[in-house]
């Protein structure tokens, strides 16, 4: 069973187009995350939930949207995309909102906007 | 703010070499957490070490060391006798320890690592 799974693995579409990437853990940790690495592999974060509370959102584009419906599960929304969104989206789990905190990562999805 | 540099890009050895990547960072935390992690060429993101800033002994996994210097703020990391399947690219990253990290991760810009046989 795959710990952190991320659906879709590869995505692509065309500009301006609306789209969601889901992402379930089922490691029983309470905070998830999302990061985006560029094509650089430059990796950041972008959001991150606690127990369905939203306690980080970085300086993303009003575009992007994440939803916590339960401690499990993270999806993101993208609306409207644009060419600089393409990149590798990555999921992560992890016990606890502390810094000690060891994050377990999804294998990502690759997104393409053409 | 945090910051972690790893100022190497990329490091081609042939195989059974020793290679290190180096890792300096900046915090103004006392209290602070450091990762490395290994991206393989499949993708996905591998937890290799977690290190405190109180504990500045080095460690050894295996073919993988660590080496932590508060002093000279460098969390360098070794492979022995390095093997093709070391080829990955590996990060090293930083957070703070306290309540408002919430485990948000400063990665540096990584070092893609290629082992030829």
């Known amino acids: 069973d795959t710990a952190v799974s991320q659906t879709p693995k590869y995505l692509v579409t065309q500009m301006g187009n609306d789209k969601s990437i889901k992402c379930e853990q089922n490691l029983g940790h309470d905070t998830m995350y999302w990061y985006k690495q560029d094509s650089k592999k430059f990796l950041k974060i972008m959001f991150s939930y606690n127990n369905k509370e939203l306690i980080i959102n970085e300086t993303v584009p009003n575009r992007f949207s994440p939803k916590s419906p339960d401690k499990a599960h993270l999806n993101l929304h993208i609306n409207s995309l644009e060419l600089g969104d393409s990149a590798v989206y990555f999921c992560?789990?992890?016990?606890?909102?502390?810094?000690?905190?060891?994050?377990?990562f999804g294998a990502g999805s690759r997104l393409t906007v053409l | 703010a945090q910051k972690v540099t790893q100022a190497q890009t990329e490091i081609s050895v042939v195989e059974k070499e020793d290679v290190t990547l180096d890792c300096v960072y900046e915090?103004?935390?006392?209290?602070?957490?450091l990762f490395w992690y290994k991206q393989p060429p499949s993708g996905e993101l591998v937890f290799l070490i977690r290190r405190n800033s109180f504990d500045e002994q080095n460690e050894i996994s295996g073919r993988y060391s660590w080496n932590f210097q508060k002093s000279t703020s460098s969390f360098n990391f070794t492979i022995t006798a390095s093997q093709v399947v070391d080829s990955a690219v590996y990060f090293c990253a930083l957070t703070n320890a306290g309540g408002t990290s919430y485990g948000k991760l400063t990665f540096g810009q990584g070092t893609i690592l290629t082992v030829h046989p």
């Open positions: 992560a789990s992890s016990q606890g909102r502390w810094g000690a905190n060891v994050l377990t």
């Open positions: 915090t103004r935390d006392t209290t602070y957490y």
